[in-house]
C-alpha cells in the first residue's frame, strides 16, 4: 500500500532552519505531485507548497522565499527546507502525494511531523 513517511521535525529556535523529507513507497512517485501542508493547534490544515511530477513548484505568499521545496525522483523522496523560521511556522507538517485521473484524483498523506518554533 502506499505510505508517505516524513522525518526531519523538531524544535527550532526564531531563525533557525530544518529540512523536512518525506519518503514514499507503494506508488510511482514521478508521476505524482508532491505537497507540504501543515495545521497549527486550533487552525484548519493549510496548503504550504507543491512540486508537480515536472518540477513546477508553488508556494504559499507566508513562505515564499523562506521555504524551498525539491523531489528526488531516484529515492521517491520529496524535501521541504524551512529557513528564516517564525513562531507562526508552528505547525504540524504533512506529506501529500496528488495524481489526478479523468473523473478523480489518487490523494495520500502521510502522517505528520511536528516542527515548534521557540521565540
Known amino acids: 500500500q502506499v505510505q508517505l513517511v516524513e522525518s526531519g521535525g523538531g524544535l527550532v529556535q526564531t531563525g533557525g532552519s530544518l529540512r523536512l523529507s518525506c519518503a514514499a513507497s507503494?506508488?510511482?512517485?514521478?508521476?505524482?505531485?508532491m505537497g507540504w501542508y501543515r495545521q497549527a493547534p486550533g487552525k484548519e490544515r493549510e496548503l504550504v507548497t507543491t512540486?508537480?511530477?515536472?518540477?513546477?513548484?508553488y508556494y504559499a505568499d507566508s513562505v515564499q522565499g523562506r521555504f524551498t521545496i525539491s523531489r528526488d525522483n531516484a529515492k521517491n523522496t520529496v524535501f521541504l527546507l524551512m529557513n528564516a523560521l517564525k513562531p507562526e511556522d508552528t505547525a504540524v507538517y504533512y506529506c501529500n502525494a496528488r495524481r489526478s485521473f479523468v473523473g478523480g484524483q489518487y490523494d495520500y498523506w502521510g502522517q505528520g511531523t511536528q516542527v515548534t518554533v521557540s521565540s
Open positions: 507503494g506508488l510511482t512517485f514521478g508521476t505524482y505531485a
Open positions: 512540486i508537480s511530477s515536472v518540477g513546477s513548484t
